[in-house]
């Protein structure tokens, strides 16, 4: 007997494996990997997801990218969003069909997933849950252990495959029986119960929200909105300003033919800039100006070089640091 178990990243799926495993049955821990993901989300005392799933689960991680059905999906749910833009009801569902169509190539019998009745405001209320279960195609064949106990029997309870009585019955959005369980198995070195989705951060879905105005958003600019400070030039041209040695680094490894690279003359220390879109000779002295107000020029005239990809020659600007109010307008 084979179940799929999808492991989100966090302790429940985790637990929720455990207790399979504990009455005999064999898993295949799934990951789908899609681009909203906490930078440090996965911070398993220096591990990553997979040396964590092996360590404490026996098994390999087996991981499936589901980043361009998931983007499509963003673009209009069916179920709306949460209270940033995050569509939990509809990327659940979306990665429930996928382990779905897994089921025979993997010979599992049913899915397992660790949520828990009450947990997320969203999509963990009972509504929810039955809307996820039914639109998965999985009425029956989805089971969650932590909260097994307040839902209604499953196929595999119900068939003897797994004990009921074994099973829990987890509610709310408390964290304190999850800790004590994970204490009892002996897991330790889970990340926090924060949540790794980008998709719930108020900024992160700000900068998402105006991306969509400007363009349909493909891997390379989701990817970019997690680096930097950004600002809103003109309806199609945005400004990221780069805010450590790493971010400078990545933003001139990012910069593609078309795009503009901003920065201070090599005496002075101050961010790269990624220039997007095709920008004005106005344009270009405002992003000089954002580019002098985070160099260390302490408020006076700098000179700030700038290229557009991928000319090797640079041009320079002597302009004086955008002034407070104006740059509050723009940012992101």
């Known amino acids: 007997m084979k179940a799929i178990v999808l492991i989100s990243g966090g302790l429940d799926s985790i637990l929720a494996a455990k207790i399979i495993i504990e009455q005999g049955i064999d898993i295949i821990p799934l990951n789908f990997r899609i681009p909203f993901c906490h930078i440090n989300a996965h911070a398993y005392q220096g591990k990553v997801l997979a040396d964590f799933v092996k360590i404490n689960l026996g098994k390999k991680l087996r991981?499936?990218?589901?980043?361009?059905?998931?983007l499509e999906l963003l673009l209009k749910p069916r179920y709306g969003f949460g209270a940033n833009m995050n569509p939990c009801i509809d990327c659940k569902i979306l990665m429930l069909v996928k382990s779905k169509e897994l089921m025979p190539e993997l010979k599992a019998e049913f899915i397992v997933t660790g949520e828990v009745l009450g947990q997320r405001p969203m999509s963990q209320h009972k509504q929810a849950l039955k809307v996820i279960e039914l639109d998965s195609g999985l009425k029956g064949l989805l089971l969650r252990p932590l909260c097994a106990k307040n839902l209604i029997p499953t196929?595999?309870?119900?068939?003897?495959?797994?004990?009921?009585?074994?099973?829990?019955?987890?509610?709310g959005r408390s964290r304190r029986p999850q800790i004590n369980l994970a204490r009892k198995f002996g897991i330790s070195g889970y990340p926090n119960a924060s949540g790794g989705c980008l998709l719930t951060d108020r900024q992160f879905s700000g900068r998402l929200?105006?991306?969509?105005?400007?363009?349909?958003?493909?891997l390379?600019?989701?990817?970019?909105?997690?680096?930097?400070?950004h600002f809103r030039i003109g309806t199609h041209t945005k400004l990221i300003v780069g805010r450590n040695e790493r971010e400078n680094r990545d933003l001139e490894e990012e910069a593609k033919a078309g795009d503009y690279l901003f920065m201070p003359e090599e005496k002075m220390a101050g961010p790269t800039c990624l220039g997007l879109g095709d920008f004005s000779q106005k344009q270009i002295v405002l992003c000089a100006q954002i580019?002098?107000?985070?160099c260390d020029s302490y408020g006076h005239e700098a000179q700030i070089a700038y290229r557009r990809i991928p000319d090797q020659g640079s041009l320079s600007l002597n302009v004086l640091p955008i002034k407070e109010d104006k740059l509050a307008g723009l940012r992101i």
């Open 291 to 294: 580019a002098c107000r985070y």
């Open 209 to 218: 929200k105006d991306l969509f105005q400007d363009k349909k958003p493909d």
């Open 220 to 229: 390379r600019s989701i990817e970019l909105l997690k680096t930097g400070r």
């Open 63 to 70: 991981t499936v990218d589901i980043n361009e059905e998931f």
């Open 155 to 171: 196929i595999p309870e119900e068939k003897g495959w797994v004990n009921r009585e074994k099973l829990l019955d987890f509610s």
